[in-house]
């Protein structure tokens, strides 16, 4: 999967990026009105195969690098993980709590269902409390879930879009299975599927091989009725090609994220009324994108209510998009300080000060303060360590960088980029021994 969207209100979608840029986007501009990263919260290399969208407004992301789902709040703060930390020894790890491959996110009231790509798997869909606490798998069919890679909630009933086994599985609410969709010879791989809003759904499905056509996206009844293709196939405007997901607003009308050039990053967007018709190309590709995004910074560095949100968003844009010149990184300094006066508990300020003083301004020492301050702030212990290692090693302490490093691989619950972490400790000891 390339990312994800999901529908934030009635005129509003969210686009996650694959690598873990969250934008909020206005569908009547259309524009940029929001957006935040993973990084520096959680770690710097992501993989987003899904997005959806709690009812309390938190932001869901399914991140396969890692094997787990990420809870945030709109602001950035991540709020709770959900699923454990795999094991790279084990080519597959089917366990409850573990989530192998996770690749379709669908929050149900206080709950979130998880469902996961591999094969044979007795723990491919999994529930979970909002809070990253497992509560329960969905009974696996015979011979377990053959690549689970869609979820809807469908006129009562809960969904599963099962690739490799050519089917739509049907749960009742409390997780018995209840039957299966029929689907139409053509619709013989369904592996995105979401709720139409008028008892049916929205059907994607996977090509045969990877060098295969793309596909457009079918719109299917209760009972699996299929009329044909609602978006047809193509890279031309109001066709898809290659759809990876598919978001549908309360009014019906929905949205498309396809790969018209093959891979990311050129992501098209494209909103549909509800019987296919095309309403607007929101984004075409990345220059698009980054046009909406200036478009954001702009009226975002205009602002003068120097609100905390306001003052380390502004700290952002310095920071991140502002071409990284001496007084850029020196504004952003600034904002990230004023953003900690006003609040010094502050959490991404904390970790943006502490990252631009090492990455941007060359300042381990000072980095490493912001750092330990940001472990007060309740970052997580082990990641923060192995930041603070990284900072005596560019500082030159060798000796100080392999202590810490190995507190942070040794820090309960693991950092979660742990074994990248084991293999940065032996750098460290190589470079020591010469």
């Known amino acids: 999967m390339f ?54 407004g938190d932001i869901l992301l399914a991140d396969a690098r890692h094997h787990r789902v990420r809870r945030f709040a709109r602001d950035g703060r991540q709020r709770a993980l959900l699923g ?19 690749c379709a996110v669908l929050p149900l009231g206080a709950e979130v269902l998880v469902a996961c790509g591999g094969v044979g798997e007795e723990h491919g869909v999994q529930v979970f409390g909002m809070d990253g606490a497992y509560r329960r798998s969905l009974p ?100 898809a090609a290659s759809p990876f997901d598919v978001a549908v607003l309360p009014d019906g009308r929905f949205v498309v994220a396809d790969l018209p050039f093959g891979r990311p990053p050129e992501v098209r967007l494209q909103l549909f009324t509800s019987d296919g018709r095309l309403v607007a190309t929101l984004l075409g590709d990345t220059a698009d994108l980054v046009v909406a995004q200036r478009a954001w910074f702009e009226s975002l560095l205009a602002r003068r209510d120097r609100g905390v949100g306001t003052l380390y968003e502004q700290a952002r844009v310095h920071h991140y998009y502002g071409g990284a010149t001496a007084e850029r990184l020196e504004k952003a300094r ?19 000060l502490a990252t631009l003083l090492h990455r941007g301004l060359n300042d381990p020492k000072a980095a490493e303060a912001e750092y330990r301050a940001a472990m007060e702030a309740g970052g997580a212990k082990g990641d923060l360590l192995a930041r ?47």
């Open 3 to 56: 990312g994800g969207i999901a529908a934030s209100g009635a005129d509003s979608i969210v686009y996650a990026t694959f690598d873990g840029t969250v934008l909020f986007l206005d569908l009547d501009g259309p524009r940029v009105t929001g957006q935040f990263s993973v990084y520096p919260s959680g770690p710097a290399r992501v993989h987003v195969s899904a997005c959806a969208v709690a009812t309390t």
């Open 334 to 352: 600034d904002f990230y300080r004023a953003a900690l006066g006003a609040e010094p508990r502050h959490l991404l300020a904390r970790l943006g």
């Open 140 to 239: 696996p069919p015979a011979g377990g879930w053959k690549r689970a890679q869609g979820l809807a909630e469908v006129d009562g009933s809960i969904w599963v879009a099962e690739t490799d086994a050519g089917t739509i599985r049907v749960h009742a609410p409390d997780g018995t299975a209840t039957g299966r969709v029929p689907l139409h010879p053509e619709l013989r791989r369904p592996f995105r599927v979401k709720a139409d809003g008028y008892g049916g759904a929205f059907l994607l499905v996977a090509p045969e091989g990877e060098d295969e056509g793309a596909f457009g996206v079918a719109r299917i009844a209760r009972d699996g009725t299929f009329d044909g293709w609602t978006v047809p196939a193509g890279e031309e405007s109001g066709q």
């Open 388 to 434: 603070v290692a990284e900072c005596r090693h560019d500082g030159g302490d060798l000796d100080g960088a392999i202590g810490l490093l190995q507190q942070a691989v040794e820090t309960s619950p693991a950092p979660e980029e742990y074994f990248d972490l084991v293999e940065e400790l032996g750098d460290y000891y190589l470079e020591r021994d010469g």
């Open 84 to 102: 454990g930390l795999h094991n790279p020894g084990i080519p597959q790890q089917d366990m409850a709590g573990v989530l192998d491959e996770p």
